[in-house]
């Protein structure tokens, strides 16, 4: 009777272990935190993030060193070069 326990609670735990380790290879791959300068070449990923400048023009409006009036004529300027560069394309319609 014990041998039988024994195998049970072993194919038990067979079972629990597969379903872990399933659903964790399931997951999808968690991106760095931050780019290694040492392993970035050897991942073949950028040594450096590239520069978000709506990201930097809030870092700076935050600590201070930009005014909100300076913040919205910046932002207005990239907006207006991004309106440039990527038109918005509208379905013609009658009103158009």
């Known amino acids: 009777m014990a041998a039988v326990l ?4 072993v ?7 597969g379903l872990i380790v399933l659903s964790l290879a399931d997951r999808p791959p968690t991106p ?3 780019l290694d300068p040492c392993l970035a070449p050897l991942l073949d ?3 450096a993030a590239p520069a978000d400048p709506e ?3 809030l870092a700076d409006l935050r600590s201070g060193r930009i005014s909100r009036h300076d913040y919205r ?3 207005a300027a990239l907006a207006a070069s991004e309106a440039r560069a990527h038109p918005l394309q509208t379905p ?5």
């Open 6 to 9: 024994l195998l049970f609670a």
């Open 11 to 17: 194919i038990l735990l067979m079972k629990v272990v």
């Open 32 to 34: 760095l935190p931050y």
């Open 45 to 47: 990923l950028p040594v």
């Open 55 to 57: 990201r930097a023009l």
């Open 73 to 75: 004529t910046a932002m």
């Open 92 to 96: 013609a319609g009658p009103d158009s």
